[in-house]
């Protein structure tokens, strides 16, 4: 597993300070990936002198982030050392997730535990945010006060939307399944923590980064709920794009003069591989939990679906390929609903890349967190921040 | 102007050494960017004391990297301090390039200036990859002698060639319109220095990175010869992908089941917008100088050839709708051939953008170095190796 770390920004000079901070970080990682592990093991892990490293954890365990499992023999070799673990009633993360046809929260601990969850189906589509941002506020503070009776001390939250989020900010710019716009989700949110917001699949794609067994640090990570989204992963680290817009896979021409698509174009992925067109490809009416039913009806056989994902997957391979050819990731990950339509959509989209040859080296993989990957993703991501910068969250 | 700074690897540690590595880096990049500076305009530059910072220019003086001109008063105010500046006798980097038509070599200091320069005329289309570095090595060898003549020492050799060049090796995996392939540069070269080799659009994008006025730090630069390459660079990085073979524009299908490419997929772009096919459209025989060919047509009225590059504009225009809804970058930009063909590509390409609702923040672009570019970001490259980590280099 890669350990990104906090460091300074281009232009500001390396200082002890900065310094501290980061080796502070070090060992916290080490700890929160590899742990229980002695002073000696953490000190030959980051490969800072044992001395260093006593300091470093006095510090992390004064502040609360690392605590002390008492004397033990790891491995059962060398000199018994006292193991080290993340603290179990440390800081934790919380992820939220507006989707549009449910509301989630979860909190998530320094070891990657979940400690609490909460979860609500109600349709969103076309609901004002107002109303939308109340209702998952509640689920936050339940989430939150479940937390905090395990001692645990919420240090952020983190909402994923099915959207366009402008970078560095928290506006939803568009999200065209919500009918949300210039949506200002801070401002709506009735929570009184850190926050962030970002699109669904860029949190999608940093769960498979941070949990997946074998995730490779480039990779593209395809998801869709009712859109087509995608997140790109370089040297372990999210491609945002200028203004926080990268990954508009679904928007790829696929048909440059195809039908007409509402964001302005024509012949996008979505008018050929999004919900709706699917949908009504396979002549199944929208409705609620409308994957399920396509798998279904795809499992027993039926012509029209399995033709209808036939013709969605072909689509997605001309887009990847165009996307594998610019970016040369390791891998292509299908992720979220598409996870679940793999066996059906498979087969044509690979047959695509193969004759455009534009295969990636690790091939087409189906995300094993499948939906659950933005709402993990996000909180994560709050415990991230804390094993990146352990001062600054105390 | 950015200036990247060498870093640790993640997870090694930081330690004193590797901090006074990188301020000293610092401190020659800012001198390098923004010189002749006092030792106190560098203090107040890069966030270090004076004190510190004097140390480290000691050192740089030492190395033969900086030079004190002497008392100056820089600007009129304050002390008089002497004013520093890099080194006009220090390392230089060597550039090269292998162009279908053309040889080039030339040696940059550290101030960016181009001291020697060499090019020949030459067809290498389908010749053996042996001979033709044989005599780009002559090349090497005279613009070496003249640039030692006047004191420099160069530091090493970055070649340009129009194909993939394995990531981290020197292997060009595939260059179609050399006709080379699994060709191993360093073997074949004759020098007797540290080499890199890379696709002639990387480097030209970091010419554009480097070297343009106001280029932003978020990109995605287009060039041609006779194929259609690009480069991404995000965040002032060029994003290699995992085998160093991002930015294959030309393969991106603009449609699916158009022409037969020799890639082995339909209708990518460089059936459309290649040099071969804009030749073919515009009814021109393909020869010497066929961009200057084209560009007179153009100029001159003749219907053929601007309806042909108005196609290439519209597919070029297709593509891009792609790549720039899945990078979001600042702006593209077009370099080499295109830069001199763009009056006539770029009404049909915008339009294409425009309607196709993915145009850039800052639109796009031509670049001002054009087919000068690669080369130009071959030398610099070396050049910035030796800014990024001083020491390495003497």
């Avoid at 590899?34 to 000190?43: F, H, K, N």
């Avoid at 990657?112 to 609500?120: I, K, Q």
């Avoid at 998952?136 to 479940?146: C, E, P």
């Amino acid at each position: 597993m890669t350990a990104p770390v906090h460091r300074p920004r281009e232009g500001t000079p390396d200082t002890q300070h900065g310094m501290r901070r980061r080796n502070l970080s070090r060992v916290l990682h080490a700890v929160a990936a590899e742990g229980p592990l002695s002073r000696a093991a953490v000190a030959q892990h980051i490969g800072l002198t044992r001395a260093a490293v006593s300091t470093l954890v006095d510090e992390l365990i004064r502040a609360g982030l690392l605590e002390e499992l008492g004397p033990q023999r790891p491995g059962g070799v060398g000199r018994p050392g006292s193991a080290l673990a993340v603290s179990g009633r440390g800081p934790a993360g919380l992820g939220a997730e507006v989707g549009v046809d449910h509301l989630a929260v979860c909190a998530v601990d320094l070891s990657g535990t979940v400690r609490a969850r909460a979860e609500r189906r109600v349709s969103n589509r076309g609901r004002a945010p107002g109303p939308v941002l109340r209702e998952l506020a509640a689920l936050v503070r339940d989430v939150s006060t479940r937390a905090e009776a395990e001692g645990l001390r919420p240090a952020g939250l983190a909402v994923a939307v099915p959207g366009l989020v402008a970078r560095d900010t928290h506006t939803v710019v568009r999200a065209p399944n919500l009918d949300w716009h210039d949506t200002d989700v801070a401002a709506l949110l009735p929570v009184d923590m850190p926050l962030t917001v970002d699109n669904e699949a860029n949190f999608g794609a940093l769960a498979e980064l941070w949990l997946a067994a074998e995730a490779p640090a480039d990779f593209l990570h395809v998801s869709a709920e009712i859109g087509i989204g995608a997140a790109l992963v370089v040297d372990g680290q999210l491609l945002r794009g200028t203004r926080g817009f990268a990954g508009e896979l679904g928007h790829v021409p696929v048909r440059p003069e195809g039908p007409a698509c509402p964001c302005g174009g024509r012949g996008c992925l979505e008018q050929y591989a999004g919900e709706e067109a699917v949908l009504r490809a396979a002549g199944v009416e929208p409705g609620p939990d409308r994957v399920s039913l396509l798998a279904e009806r795809a499992a027993a056989g039926d012509a029209a679906t399995r033709r209808a994902l036939r013709g969605a997957g072909a689509a997605l391979g001309i887009a990847l390929t165009g996307a594998v050819n610019l970016l040369d990731p390791r891998a292509v990950v299908l992720g979220g609903a598409l996870a679940r339509l793999a066996p059906w959509l498979l087969p044509a989209l690979e047959r695509e890349l193969t004759r455009r040859t534009a295969t990636p080296a690790d091939g087409v993989v189906v995300s094993g967190l499948a939906s659950h990957g933005p709402l993990l993703g996000a909180a994560h991501s709050v415990v991230r921040g804390v094993l990146d910068d352990p001062l600054g969250a105390v």
